[in-house]
């Protein structure tokens, strides 16, 4: 079996892509129809890592940090789906329903028990929440970020979970 790893070279010739069974490509969209003829993910070139700004790297989001095609499609499959079930008609709705502030996973949770969809079946909260930035943009909502905690009277606390830091904030 043929190993495939396509990674970005330096050169006079611009974007260019080297893969680890020989082939040379000119431009990232050659680069991503060999990933995807060699079962690769097209967004990351099957590295696994993407690179949001400059030196910012994190896990690919399109293959889920698999590098492999097939979690990729399946993933864009599940989000083409999740558009095309969670209409701006159905959260507005949702929204309307609420009688005072809300969490987005309410509204996502909501979304998910109205539709008859298990927890995990489609990306129901990211779609929700881009949807509740759309009616933000339009001036309809607006959200808010509330702090997790608050210490004495001129300083709030936000938990990250996700890089497991606390962020103080002195007014």
Not at 9 to 16: R, S
Not at 30 to 54: F, I, K, N, Q
Not at 66 to 83: D, F, I, P
Not at 113 to 123: A, D, V, W, Y
């Amino acid at each position: 079996m043929t190993k495939h790893a396509i990674s970005p070279q330096t050169g006079i010739l611009g974007d260019t892509f080297a893969c680890d069974c020989g082939a040379l490509m000119v431009g990232r969209m050659t680069a991503e129809v060999h990933a995807a003829e060699s079962g690769l993910c097209s967004a990351c070139l099957g590295t696994t890592r993407e690179e949001v700004a400059p030196g910012l790297v994190r896990p690919c989001t399109s293959c889920a940090g698999s590098g492999r095609r097939k979690e990729q499609v399946t993933w864009q499959l599940a989000h083409a789906e999740a558009e095309h079930l969670i209409t701006m008609t159905i959260v507005r709705g949702v929204v309307a329903g609420f009688d005072g502030p809300f969490h987005l996973s309410e509204v996502a949770d909501t979304v998910r028990n109205g539709l008859g969809l298990p927890t995990g079946r489609l990306p129901v909260g990211p779609r929700v929440r881009d949807l509740l930035l759309q009616l933000q943009a339009a001036g309809e909502i607006a959200m808010v970020s509330a702090p997790d905690e608050m210490v004495g009277t001129d300083m709030v606390l936000y938990r990250d979970p996700q890089w497991q830091r606390v962020r103080a904030v002195g007014r």
